[in-house]
Nanobody
Framework: VQLQASGGGLVQAGGSLRLSCAAS????????IGWFRQAPGKEREGVLC???????YYADAVKGRFTASKDSAKDTVYLQMNSLKPEDTAVYYC????????????????????????WGKGTQVTVSS
């Protein structure tokens, strides 16, 4: 299983970025994808998740600003980040959660739900004020 997050960069406050999480070795028809972030000196936190059936659940901190979509043909999930704030600065990670036996319309933004082998390397997002 490989997950590759990309699309990070430097953006001014109020700007937008789109991150991609490309999965290989799995099909997202049976895996949820979670996006997480970790800022310097802070614990990792959930941003949002996309269930294998495409339902999206958001952390309160990003509701109304971030959205997600899935391209099943490419096994890729996109994280669209709008109205970015300096406090969104962090390394962003994506992870996969198997949903073979789970309710595929739901997903979790808690990182403990995601097996350690199903995490990709992060991509840095820096928002300047």
């Amino acid at each position: 299983v490989q997950l590759q997050a990309s699309g990070g960069g430097l953006v001014q406050a109020g700007g937008s970025l789109r991150l991609s999480c490309a999965a290989s070795g799995i099909t997202l028809d049976y895996y949820a994808i979670g996006w997480f972030r970790q800022a310097p000196g802070k614990e990792r936190e959930g941003v949002l998740c996309v269930s294998s059936r495409g339902s999206v659940y958001y952390a309160d901190a990003v509701k109304g600003r971030f959205t997600a979509s899935k391209d099943s043909a490419k096994d890729t999930v996109y994280l669209q980040m709008n109205s970015l704030k300096p406090e969104d600065t962090a390394v962003y990670y994506c992870a996969a959660e198997p949903q073979f036996l789970a309710d595929r319309s739901k997903c979790s933004i808690y990182d403990s739900n995601y097996p350690s082998d199903y995490w990709g390397k992060g991509t840095q997002v820096t928002v300047s004020s």
